[in-house]
C-alpha cells in the first residue's frame, strides 16, 4: 500500500467528519534552520484550534528505512520542529483543556508494516503519548490505520504506544474483525 492511498483516504476523513477543515498535503517547515515536510496538516477550528501532524508511513517506506531508529528520527524531528516555525507557531490558550495538537506516526495495516512493527515494538511503545508545544499540550500516537475500505468516516487507527501495545490482548481486541490489519496480523505470525 502506498503512502498517496494513505493520505488519499485521510484527506477523505477529515472532510467527511469535519466541518471546513484545513488540509494541506507535503506542508514545509522551516523553524531554525531546520527544514521538513509532514505527509498530511489538518488545522481544525471546532470550537479550539487542533493541529493534526500527520506522518505516513507505507510499505516502501518501511521497506527503505534503516530501520525503526530511522523512522522515528524523522517523526522526533517533526514534531521538536513544525510548530516552531513561526507560521505553525500554537499560542497557549486561558482554560484550554483539550490537545492543541496531535502528533501522529500512521502505518499501513500490510503484512511489511505490521512485520516491522512488531520487530521493533518496544521502540514504537516507547513513544509518550504525553506531549508538550511549550504551554500547550499535545498529543503521540503510533498507530495502524483501519477502515481504509469502507466510508471515509470509518477511517480509524489502532495505537502502539498506548495503554495497548503491540501484540497484547488489548491491541488484539481493537484490531476490527476482517480488516486488512486482522488478515497482515494473522499472515505475519503464520509465516
Known amino acids: ?17 469535519h466541518d471546513n477543515p484545513e488540509i494541506r498535503l507535503e ?13 498530511v496538516y489538518v488545522r481544525l477550528r471546532a470550537p479550539e484550534r487542533v493541529d493534526h501532524v500527520i506522518e505516513l508511513k507505507g510499505d516502501a517506506a518501511v521497506r527503505g528505512a534503516t530501520g525503526a531508529n530511522e523512522i522515528l528520527r524523522q517523526y522526533r524531528r517533526m514534531e521538536r520542529y513544525f510548530h516552531a516555525d513561526a507560521s505553525h507557531a500554537l499560542r497557549p490558550k486561558l482554560g484550554r483543556t483539550e490537545p492543541g495538537a ?19 515494538r518496544s521502540l514504537y511503545d516507547s513513544v509518550d503519548a504525553a506531549a508538550r508545544v511549550d504551554d500547550v499540550p499535545a498529543v503521540r500516537t503510533v498507530a495502524f490505520l483501519t477502515g481504509l475500505d469502507g466510508d471515509p468516516a470509518d477511517l480509524g487507527m489502532v495505537s502502539v504506544n498506548g495503554n495497548a501495545s503491540f501484540g497484547s490482548e488489548a491491541f488484539l481486541n481493537a484490531v476490527p474483525d476482517g480488516s486488512r490489519l ?6 505475519s505470525t503464520t509465516t
Open 27 to 39: 506542508e514545509p517547515y522551516d523553524a531554525e534552520g531546520r527544514r521538513g515536510v509532514v505527509d
Open 1 to 17: 500500500m502506498r503512502e498517496d492511498e494513505l493520505a488519499t483516504r485521510v484527506v477523505d476523513h477529515y472532510g467527511a467528519v
Open 182 to 187: 486482522a488478515e497482515s496480523i494473522r499472515r
Open 102 to 120: 496531535r502528533y501522529l506516526l500512521c502505518f499501513a495495516p500490510t503484512p511489511t508494516c505490521v512485520y516491522h512493527v512488531a520487530t521493533h
